[in-house]
């Protein structure tokens, strides 16, 4: 099985991640299906990271992998160390 291109390519950008975060975030909190109109979530949609659900937005198993994956990197970066 081939990797998710999203998997291979270097580390996320801050938006992509705090995109991704919120959408964790819904998941977590049973907030599904994750609302925005944002051009970003749209992107992710493309890019196999998230999936429609009317009338938003679920992580794939992809995007769930990419934002945990990276959620540690992305924190200690904004913490400063």
Known sequence: MSEHPA??????SLKVMAALER????????????????AIYRKLLEAGLLR???PGYR???IGRQLYCSNA???ASSCRGA
């Open 23 to 38: 959408v964790f975030a819904a998941e977590i909190d049973n907030r599904l299906p994750f609302v925005s109109k944002a």
């Open 59 to 61: 992580l794939t198993p």
């Open 7 to 12: 998997m291979t390519k270097r580390p996320p």
């Open 72 to 74: 540690e990197r992305v």
């Open 52 to 54: 429609r659900r009317a």
